[in-house]
């Protein structure tokens, strides 16, 4: 198991900033992405950014250019940095990581709480 907690989320207006940041700890295995993922009421689940083990990194068409995932692997901590927020930000805001384990690498995703982000002006 690798407990995974997601925070920093709240109440922003258009043009403000937020950062999620995502921590999660565990033994004997390894990243093989990280990801920040939304869903809004009534909507489908989308991904916001991910990075790679080897820091490949990659984001949803409706973020692009305006939030900036990165890590840090002393405190295993992922973090979202959401900046120039729109009106249709607004989610529940979760954290992945998907690590290999085991001798034969099988692939395991674990999910963190979620953190409600609102955007109102």
């Known amino acids: 198991q690798v407990p995974v907690v997601a925070s920093g989320g709240g109440m922003a207006q258009p043009g403000w900033f937020l950062r999620l940041s995502c921590e999660f700890s565990g033994s004997s295995f390894s990243i093989k992405q990280l990801g920040w993922y939304r869903q809004a009421p009534g909507k489908e689940r989308e991904l916001c950014a991910q990075i790679t083990g080897g820091g490949s990194i990659g984001y949803g068409d409706s973020v692009k250019g305006r939030f900036t995932i990165s890590r840090d692997n002393a405190k295993n901590t992922v973090y979202l940095q959401m900046n120039n927020l729109k009106p249709e930000d607004p989610a529940e805001y979760y954290c992945?990581?998907?690590?290999?384990?085991?001798?034969?690498?099988?692939?395991?995703?674990?999910w963190g709480q979620g953190t409600q982000v609102t955007v109102s002006s």
């Open positions: 992945q990581v998907d690590i290999w384990h085991g001798a034969l690498r099988h692939d395991y995703s674990y």
